[in-house]
């Protein structure tokens, strides 16, 4: 079914791009769902839904990605300078008897190598190194000059094999493979998507490296293991090894829409998969039938084994208008803690909520077994969403979210001063508020991703479209800028910055297992991570950046084609590694070559090297 929501349903939740034309590369004419008329955040919600989560954004043309040549390769018509390639005659005499016994007696008077003989002053390409490897990896040839008594001096400046280390990045043993490389370097990609519109909107490793994505798709989609057939708009789950390949994959889902824009999914320390999203209809995870009881969506709360299995499943009645979960977080201790919004009424299993007449915020904790231990919402004057939510090792939750007007969130209200402004407050073990902030000015600023690492820092990203001072001094996106924020746990300001400039937005936020941050989202135009300098292809590309808990840039690149991309999910494993997944309308480049989409628009993940 389409879903329905009042009229300020538009002012909550991302848009896509929008619809354009674009020329088939096979000369065919073909129509894509990505315009950038009226709208601007590419986060997207399903094809025909609207959501309270829209930002207005323009869309200008950027100039071609171009290619260079690979410094390392090396003309196969190069000779070996170790051949002597010249013609010389030999005016030695020699006498040589030999027997079968591999006896041989050289007689010759012997002269000098006519190859060692040279003018003064002259130069030539040198190289010691076994055959095939000159060229090759770190391997190159050197210089040698003829010295004055007229006979080759020694090889200069030329690189030899030598033993792997990992100490720099490149191929040290010059047999065409870096078992080391360097910063960001793709480990493996790939897309997914047979005609609908599929979107890769979470990604999270386990403690072996795997990974395991959560999409959603009104088309059949193929992850490796054989296409996966959609009845309606349905919930995607696929899991994949550390190298790339397909473990398995699986779909939820009815005639109606189950699943789509967000989701909260994390992994259990054995590596059990729990997952939470919206469904309408019916919805079955295994475990049998979740029925949906209101007129529009209701909630979805599942635990599933690493291989997939049902483990249990909950739903949670959301009232007669749309519900969402935005983010899950896992405690130490097991339980399960959501973030999200409800229009009108919702009940976690602590009792209805019931909304003002716009969206409220919502934030509850359920056992590792999905019983309720406790829930509250977030009101006020207008609409409040929680957008991102985690929990520190002592149990306490942080959320974030964006409100318009004002929102308590427990300590009292707190009051925009201008369209919306964000918000992020601490709950103790109990979900009594400990303290509350917000953030904003007279622009549109929102908090879309939340991180606590290992030493109790908070750090939020978000968007951006006006003047932010986080307590560094004004940060000044009026075009559209995306940043990052981070807090002690008392709610102080540590550090704070800008990501990109021109039209871009910050979506989610993750960690590695050395509390590296790793964040993604879009831009238009130029985007500067900080010492990266990208440049979007056509509209809006995808962005992936990798910072120390710092806050200074260690890595950044951009996944662009025509059209539009957008970076929906990151994920850093516990050794480093970085994944990715979004969405992308008729092309992407994720770091091997361009991609073309097979339909609307196509899901992608990738991973990279630490």
């Known amino acids: 079914m389409n879903r329905t929501a009042p009229a300020l349903f ?85 006498t040589s008897t030999s027997t079968d016994t591999d006896t041989d007696t050289d007689t010759s008077t012997g002269t000098t190598d006519p190859a060692d003989e040279c003018v003064p002053g002259d130069s030539r390409s040198c190289y010691s190194g076994p055959d095939g490897t000159e060229g090759v990896g770190k391997c190159i040839a050197g210089q040698q000059l003829c010295g004055a008594d007229g006979t080759w001096e020694a090889c200069e400046g030329e690189v030899l094999p030598a033993r792997e280390t990992c100490d720099e990045e490149g191929d040290e043993d010059c047999d065409g493979d870096d078992p080391c490389p360097g910063p960001g370097a793709q480990a493996w990609s790939r897309t997914f998507g047979q005609g609908g519109h599929e979107v890769g909107t979470r990604a999270v490793f386990d403690a072996a490296g795997n990974l395991v994505i959560a999409a959603w798709g009104d088309g059949p989609i193929d992850f490796g293991g054989g296409t996966l057939i959609n009845d309606g708009l349905d919930v995607f789950v696929a899991k994949f090894s550390p190298a790339g390949d397909h473990l398995w994959s699986k779909r939820f889902g009815g005639p109606g829409d189950q699943g789509g824009a967000d989701y909260g999914l994390a992994l259990t320390p054995a590596g059990d998969i729990v997952l939470a999203g919206d469904f309408g209809d019916t919805i079955d995870f295994g ?52 973030a999200g919004f409800f229009f009108t009424s919702l009940d976690l299993g602590g009792g209805e909520f019931v909304a003002n007449e716009f969206a409220d915020a919502f934030v509850a904790r359920f056992t590792a077994a999905g019983a309720h231990v406790w829930s509250r919402s977030f009101s006020g004057t207008d609409s409040q969403l929680g957008g991102s939510i985690d929990v520190d090792p002592a149990g306490n939750a942080y959320v974030a979210g964006w409100f318009w007007d004002s929102v308590d969130a427990g300590t009292g209200p707190l009051v925009s001063t201008g369209a919306d402004d964000l918000f992020v407050a601490k709950l103790d073990p109990a ?70 400039a021109e039209g871009s937005s910050g979506v989610q936020l993750a960690l590695d297992g050395l509390d590296n941050l790793i964040t993604t989202g879009s831009f238009l135009g130029t985007c500067d991570l900080g010492g990266a300098v990208l440049a979007s292809v056509d509209q809006y590309d995808a962005y992936l950046g990798k910072f120390s808990p710092q806050g200074q840039l260690l890595w950044g690149k951009s996944f662009g084609g025509i059209d539009a991309q957008t970076g929906g999910g990151v994920a850093g494993s516990t050794t480093g590694a970085v994944a990715i997944t979004g969405t992308f309308f008729q092309s992407i480049d994720l770091g091997q070559g361009m991609i073309v989409s097979e339909g609307n628009r196509d899901g992608f993940v990738a991973v990279f090297h630490p």
């Open 10 to 94: 538009p002012a909550l939740l991302a848009a896509c791009p929008g619809d354009s034309t674009a020329t088939d590369t096979t000369g065919g004419s073909e129509t894509s769902s990505s315009t950038t008329e009226g709208s601007t955040d590419p986060t997207s919600l399903t094809p025909t839904s609207t959501s309270p989560d829209t930002e207005t954004q323009g869309s200008t043309t950027a100039p071609d990605d171009t290619t260079s040549d690979d410094p390392t390769t090396v003309s196969p018509t190069t000779p070996n300078p170790t051949s002597d390639t010249s013609t010389s005659t030999d005016t030695s005499t020699s």
């Open 431 to 500: 979900g009594a508020t400990v303290w509350a902030k917000h953030f904003g000015d007279p622009g549109n600023q929102r908090a879309r991703g939340l991180v606590i690492d290992s030493a109790g820092r908070v750090t939020i990203t978000g968007s951006n479209r006006g003047s932010v001072d986080f307590g560094g001094g004004p940060l000044a996106g009026p075009e559209g800028s995306g940043f990052l924020a981070q807090f002690d746990a008392d709610g102080s300001h540590l550090w704070s910055r800008l990501l990109c």
């Open 287 to 338: 475990g049998g039938p979740l029925q949906n009881l209101t007129d529009t969506h209701d909630l979805f709360l599942v635990q599933l084994t690493g291989d997939g299995e049902h483990v249990w499943s909950e739903s949670f009645p959301g009232g007669n208008q749309y519900v969402g979960v935005k983010d899950l977080a896992l405690a130490e201790d097991g339980d399960i803690l959501l």
